[in-house]
C-alpha cells in the first residue's frame, strides 16, 4: 500500500475529529443532542470507520458519551464543570494581574488587551458568536501569557475547549451577555490599567461568574 493510500484514512478521521469537535465548541452541536455516525459520515461524504475514530476520541475528551448500536451522546455542560472552571480561571486571571502590575508592565498588557476589545467590538453578534468567544478567550489569555510562568500558561491553556464552549453556550442562551461583556472587558483594561489588583479582581469575578452563571440558568 502506498504512503498516500495509507494517509488517507487518517486524513479522514482527522477531519471527522475537527468538524464535529468545532460544532461542539460553538454549540451547533447543543449537549443532550445525538449524534450518528451515519448521518456524520454522509455529510463528509467518507465511511464511518474514520467517523467511528473521531467519536473515540471525542469521547476521551469527555465531550461525547458512546452509545453502541445508538450513536454518540454530546455530553452537556455540568453545573461541577462551570464551578471548577470558575475558580480556576478566577485564580488564575488574578494572579496574572497582580504580576504585571507588580513588574510595572501593566499598562502594556491593557493595551494589549484594549486592542483585542476593539476587534471583538467589530464583530457581527449574534451572526458570528464562535468569533466573538474566541476574541473573549483570547483577551483573557493575553493577560496571563503575560505574566511569563510557563506552567500556568499550560495549564490555562488546557482551559480552551471548556472556556470556549461555555462561552458559546452562555451567549446562545443570554444574548444580552454580548454587551455586557465588552463593558465589562473595558472596565477590566481600565484597572488594569490603573494598577488597581484588588479592583481588577472584584470586577474579573463578577465578569466571570456573570457569562458562566448563564449555563445554570434553567
Not at 501593566?106 to 471583538?120: I, N, P, S
Not at 461583556?181 to 490603573?194: T, V
Request: hydrophobic share 40%.
Amino acid at each position: 500500500m502506498s504512503t498516500s493510500a495509507r494517509s488517507q484514512p487518517k486524513a479522514a478521521g482527522e477531519r471527522a475529529y475537527h468538524w464535529v469537535k468545532d460544532r461542539i465548541l460553538d454549540g451547533r452541536f447543543e449537549g443532550g443532542q445525538l449524534l450518528s455516525e451515519g448521518e456524520i459520515a454522509t455529510a463528509l461524504e467518507i465511511s464511518r470507520t474514520p467517523v467511528r475514530e473521531a467519536f473515540l476520541r471525542l469521547e476521551v475528551e469527555g465531550l461525547l458519551k458512546l452509545y453502541p448500536k445508538r450513536g454518540a451522546l454530546v455530553v452537556p455542560v455540568s453545573a461541577n464543570e462551570v464551578g471548577e472552571v470558575t475558580q480556576a480561571r478566577i485564580l488564575v486571571e488574578s494572579h496574572a494581574a497582580e504580576t504585571v502590575i507588580g513588574r510595572g508592565e501593566h499598562t502594556e498588557v491593557a493595551d494589549r488587551m484594549a486592542a483585542l476589545l476593539t476587534e471583538q467590538r467589530a464583530v457581527e453578534v449574534p451572526r458570528d458568536t464562535a468569533r466573538f468567544s474566541v476574541l473573549d478567550r483570547r483577551f483573557h489569555a493575553t493577560l496571563v501569557e503575560a505574566a511569563g510562568n510557563s506552567l500556568l500558561t499550560q495549564f490555562y491553556s488546557g482551559l480552551h475547549d471548556r472556556q470556549l464552549r461555555m462561552a458559546n453556550s452562555a451567549l446562545h442562551r443570554s444574548p444580552g451577555r454580548y454587551s455586557a461583556i465588552l463593558d465589562e472587558h473595558e472596565g477590566l483594561c481600565g484597572l488594569l490599567r490603573a494598577g488597581d489588583g484588588n479592583g481588577f479582581r472584584t470586577a474579573l469575578v463578577s465578569h466571570i461568574t456573570g457569562t458562566h452563571g448563564a449555563l445554570l440558568d434553567s
